[in-house]
């Protein structure tokens, strides 16, 4: 396999990782509304609304701004619209996105856990976009360090490197088997579902970013990792908080 992998379209050449993001986000939403329907539960439109909102909104500001403050020296440099908007970040999207699901959540007067309807929908999309990661190569900033290790790969260049995208999705696909698995005990409180894969996934990606090149920005940790460890502390606070259902 050459990469990074690309496709002609319209007589245009697109790198596979923004046609694979967008198809993670289309049936990631998809599944969110399949789920949606069946669901139990039911949100007034108003709240749906909110919700979606500021998830949307906080999602698309947070990947945009964690994006852009993992290298400061570059961004002062290359100061432009076109360099803003491409540099994201799935870490930004997520942690943001909560900000703004729980502010919307006051704004409507809206107390109850909303996440855990989104969870495999969003694990889903990970997946798909970290398809198209992975076969960007080193095109993007979503690659590993180079490697002397058993799975290093060549990603484009002379170096075996660790194909992190590829990582993660066997993260994804682990994670998503083991929620299904708590799920499925019915012994957790609404939200908890959400708050075990926010915990996870973001202690993952902390671990997983000091085998990809990175600014380090305060000791040897990047933004991304700095982000990491604030949702990890928030969350370890409310599961702190949280009361499990026992059985009789």
């Not at 245009?12 to 049936?27: N, Q, R, S, V």
């Not at 709240?47 to 852009?68: D, M, P, Q």
């Not at 970290?130 to 290790?149: A, N, Q, S, V």
């Not at 066997?170 to 005990?185: D, E, G, P, Y």
Request: proline share 3%; hydrophobic share 50%.
């Amino acid at each position: 396999m050459e990469f990074p992998v690309t496709f002609h379209l319209f007589g245009k050449t697109i790198l596979a990782h923004p046609l694979f993001e967008a198809a993670g986000i289309f049936i990631g939403m998809r599944f969110y509304f399949y789920l949606k329907r069946k669901s139990k539960e039911k949100m007034s439109f108003n709240t749906s609304a909110a919700v979606l909102i500021g998830a949307t909104a906080g999602a698309l500001i947070g990947s945009k701004l964690i994006g852009n403050l993992e290298n400061p020296i570059r961004l002062l440099e290359h100061f432009d619209l076109k360099t803003i908007w491409t540099n994201n970040t799935i870490v930004g999207g997520l942690a943001f996105g909560l900000i703004g699901v729980e502010w919307a959540k006051k704004i409507v007067g809206h107390k109850e856990s909303t996440g855990d309807l989104i969870v495999y929908p969003l694990i889903l999309a990970m997946i798909i976009g970290r398809i198209g990661c992975f076969l960007t190569g080193i095109h993007e900033e979503t690659y590993g360090i180079p490697t002397d290790f058993i799975f290093g790969m060549h990603l484009g260049d002379q170096f075996l490197r660790h194909p992190v995208a590829l990582y993660e999705i066997a993260f994804l696909i682990l994670l998503w088997i083991v929620l299904k698995i708590i799920q499925n005990t019915k012994k957790y409180p609404s939200g908890f579902v959400f708050q075990l894969f926010m915990v996870s996934y973001f202690s993952f990606r902390l671990l997983l970013d000091f085998i990809k090149p990175r600014v380090e920005i305060l000791g040897n940790l990047g933004t991304i990792q700095l982000v990491c460890i604030a949702v990890i502390f928030y969350y370890f606070l409310k599961l702190r908080k949280t009361k499990f259902v026992t059985s009789l």
